[in-house]
């Protein structure tokens, strides 16, 4: 949720809230206002009143506003004031009156002298106000509204650029993080302290970077001299043959070896995240190029390999990638089929699955993708080869399912997210 849908939202809570306690306060404060007043006209017109009496010494009644009627002296009263409700013949209904009753003695005679003066019905009088506030609020609400939209339009303008050039930097030089200076302490206060973490982790990348790179040629020379010195080796006619047999481990050794030390460097690449040219590539072509590739080993095996598509299963990524990924899943399932085994690939427009024959599932199928594990030590696994397809996979959030039905292992590789 963006700062400013949060902002607004908590205006609408609270406006609310102020709202409705502001609804009923002014209606109370409202209606005491005006029973003051309405008491105040009434005790000048029982006064009017009472000067006609005196002038005249009679008055005519208007029903039901102003009233007098001869009383007798027990009768005389302190005055009253109070709310009352009269029957009106025309509304034909209670209407709700203010009331004042006063007693007085005019040359020996006494009056009960009443004035009546309508009041306006609650339910009117919450209406108009209610209406009346709900009008000056929305019209304060949309105006802050608007203000608040605009204010932040310029306030966070240097903010949001900063933050696309945070989303598309890289520790890749020549990139360089240089944050614009926003005019707000916190904010410049924030680039600050990005703009120096970017520079320890730019340091610390480039010194990982070099070391991946420096360790994988040093441990390369060194197999590749070996493995060459076990090949000539080889040719020497006066080996014997148990000679010859621990030759051959030491040489089976050192390319296994070499293969893991490569694995690795893969992995740390990705994760240094040297792999970033991206392009539309086709799986069905580098499927088609792998089952090729691999050709001899599959007839050699007798293996039945088969690639249906219903669609052109299309993804951007980094073409090598690509390759890596079809490649070590391709290779994961030739080396767990027997001879004369089915491997069957799959291909629509957001997925493809391979399967390969197997007698059991997996028995840790959520440690499949681990480094190093794996479940059939006997075929020369390294167990590298998923947790390159695994790095590749979250790399481009690419879903991966694996299923053991039918006496068949079953990958699916979900593209959807893609």
């Known amino acids: 949720m963006k700062f400013l849908t949060r902002v607004n939202r908590s205006y609408i809570k609270y406006g609310l809230l102020v ?24 005790y000048l017109e029982s006064k009017g009143i009472t000067e006609t009496v005196k002038k005249h010494g009679d008055f005519r009644n208007i029903y039901p506003t102003d009233m007098v009627s001869s009383i007798g002296y027990l009768d005389v009263k302190k005055d009253i004031l109070k709310d009352t409700l009269l029957y009106d013949v025309n509304e034909d209904e209670m209407l709700p009156y203010r009331e004042l009753t006063t007693y007085k ?28 506030i709900s009008l000056v609020l929305l019209l304060i609400f949309v105006g ?34 240089d944050l614009a200076e926003t005019g707000i302490n916190e ?9 120096m973490m970017s520079g320890r982790l730019e340091k610390d990348y480039t010194a990982t970077k070099e070391f991946s790179a420096n360790a994988a040629h040093e441990l390369q020379t060194p197999l590749a001299i070996i493995r060459n010195k076990c090949e000539n080796l080889f040719s020497d006619s006066d080996l014997n043959k148990k000679t ?31 792999f970033n040219e991206k392009e ?13 590739s691999f050709q001899d080993v599959i007839q050699d095996r007798k293996l039945d390999v088969s690639i249906s598509a219903v669609d052109n299963c299309q993804i951007l990524i980094d073409k090598r990638l690509a390759n890596l990924l079809i490649q070590n ?28 024959m197997g007698e059991v599932a997996i028995l840790q199928p959520g440690m499949i993708f681990n480094r190093f594990y794996t479940e059939s030590p006997n075929i020369g696994s390294t167990g590298i080869g998923l947790a390159i397809v695994k790095k590749i996979a979250d790399h481009y959030k690419i879903e991966i399912e694996y299923t053991f039905k039918d006496f068949k292992h079953l990958f699916t590789f979900n593209l959807k997210n893609c």
Do not use: C
């Open 144 to 177: 802050l509204l608007l203000f608040t939209r605009r204010l932040n339009i310029s306030l966070w303008k240097t903010f949001n650029t900063n933050i696309e050039k945070i989303k598309t930097y890289s520790f890749t030089p020549p990139s360089k993080l």
């Open 244 to 274: 010859i047999e621990t030759i051959r481990e030491i040489y089976l050794s050192a390319d296994k070896l070499s293969g893991i030390t490569k694995a690795l460097l893969i992995l740390a690449k990705i994760d240094n995240g040297q």
């Open 105 to 132: 003695s005019i040359e020996g005679e006494h009056y009960k002298i009443t004035t009546r003066q309508m009041l306006m019905e609650f339910d009117d009088l919450f209406l108009l106000y209610t209406t009346l």
């Open 187 to 195: 904010f410049d206060e924030l680039n600050e302290v990005l703009s």
């Open 329 to 356: 899943i391709f290779v994961n399932s030739i080396k767990h089929s027997r001879n004369g085994d089915q491997i069957s690939i799959f291909l629509a427009k957001d997925y493809f699955t391979i399967a390969n």
């Open 280 to 292: 539309m590539v086709s799986l069905n072509e580098i499927f088609k190029y792998w089952m090729n």
């Open 19 to 42: 709202f409705l306690i502001a609804d009923f306060v002014i209606i109370a404060m409202s209606n005491f206002i005006i029973k003051e007043e309405i008491d105040q006209q009434l």
